[in-house]
């Protein structure tokens, strides 16, 4: 069966088209690289952010106190009036509940140096409004580091099957109860 000269145009014109393809994809590709390559960028500088952030949250940790048992009806202006004898304060934070928008009973202060820390911690077990107060130094959170409360529960969270932790499972098992020592015929 001979070839026609239609054929052979059509073939030559679909071998170009898919040479357009071809540089077409070649175009989006090295597009695609360039933009990969600013998002490498991007992610850099924010992870020098990031670092930066969490030196000045250190810093700030640093010079910071947790104040325990606060009065609910406290204000950060009568906690600032409690702790000013120890020096310079930059902020009190009175923690509330996001639910209700009441106190938790607790605050912190941030002082303007890490010397007035110290001074502060004297005041642990110092009357605030009929309650002593609880003073130490804030502590810094550190990333993926889980602190949990304990008991039931705690194991699930780790991907555990039930409430009871370190291997622990009492004698009746996850269900059902102890059931004694075989005697005799049960049939339950």
Known sequence: MPILKDEIRE????????????????LRVAEMEAEAEKLRDMQSQISEQNTELREDKEDIDGR?????????AATPEEI????????????????????????KGYAYVEFAEPSFVTQALVLN??????????????????PGMVRGRGGRGASRARGGR???ERGYVPRGGYRGGFRGRGRGYTPY
Do not use: W
């Open 125 to 142: 077990d110092s009357v605030f409004r009929g309650r002593n107060l609880k003073v130490v130094a804030k502590r810094t959170n550190v």
């Open 64 to 72: 910071s106190i947790f104040v325990g048992n606060v009065d609910y």
């Open 162 to 164: 039930g409430g009871y």
């Open 80 to 103: 600032q009036s409690h702790f000013q004898p120890c020096g310079s304060i930059n902020r009190v934070t009175i923690l509330l509940d996001k639910f209700s928008g009441h106190p």
């Open 11 to 26: 073939d030559e014109a679909n071998d170009a088209n898919d040479e357009d393809e071809i540089e077409a994809m070649k």
